[in-house]
């Protein structure tokens, strides 16, 4: 199963907004994903309680793993996501 770990980049880590952007994109990808701190145990990416409930401040080390067709390739976009800072960032009002 492959995994990517990447350094939460927003200022204010992953929290209410970025935390909400994640989550939907991480749904609309065409395998699961899961995100962990640490070593506790693995939250559905596409959980928006779950991801939260990380904690994941500025600076946070999390990993995120997919199993499936495609599934390097999505961490690889959901990673580069992650390290960004989503919170400096307009948002889309497409």
Known sequence: MPERSVIIGSAQGLHARPAKIFVHIAAQQPVPVSIRVGDR??????SILGV???????????????????????LDELAGLLARDLDAEEPDHA
């Open 41 to 46: 145990a693995p939250v559905p990416a596409s």
């Open 52 to 74: 939260l409930s990380l904690g994941a401040a500025q600076g946070t080390e999390v990993t995120l793993s997919a199993d499936g067709d495609g599934a390097a390739e999505v």
